[in-house]
């Protein structure tokens, strides 16, 4: 699977943004997905995650009840709608995705995922 992360940008504190991850092959939905950030100097953290056919999400507390995970596996692509966006959501985000059977529980570290896109750059400023 290869996956290619976009949307990014530069939005004030309070704003949204939709991240998008688009995914070659025909796999996609063997996948759960997940989107993860990084700051310079910092360890890359979990954001979220969403099972292969959707049904399942689970959410970094720092960002539950702003960011929402989805995904359309007909399009083969995966969001990331961020609303509400504080300067500290300022970072690199990458999607993620970990080949598993439905019922695997969702991955919360990236060390554990499987395959790796490019990242964005989302900057919220103040």
């Known amino acids: 699977v290869q996956l290619q992360a976009s949307g990014g940008g530069l939005v004030q504190a309070g704003g949204s943004l939709r991240l998008s991850c688009a995914a070659s092959?025909?796999?996609?939905?063997?996948?759960?997905m997940g989107w993860f950030r990084q700051v310079p100097g910092k360890e890359r953290e979990f954001v979220a995650a969403?099972?292969?056919?959707?049904?399942?999400?689970t959410y970094a507390d720092s960002i539950q009840g702003r960011f929402t995970i989805s995904r359309d596996n007909n399009q083969n692509t995966m969001y990331l709608q961020m609303n509400s966006l504080k300067p500290e959501d300022t970072a690199v985000y990458y999607c993620?995705?970990?080949?598993?059977?439905?019922?695997?529980?969702?991955?919360?570290?990236?060390?554990?995922?499987?395959?790796w896109g490019k990242g964005t750059q989302v900057t919220v400023s103040s």
């Open positions: 993620a995705a970990k080949r598993g059977i439905s019922t695997a529980p969702l991955v919360r570290t990236w060390e554990d995922m499987d395959y």
């Open positions: 092959g025909r796999t996609f939905s063997m996948h759960h």
């Open positions: 969403i099972s292969r056919g959707g049904g399942r999400t």
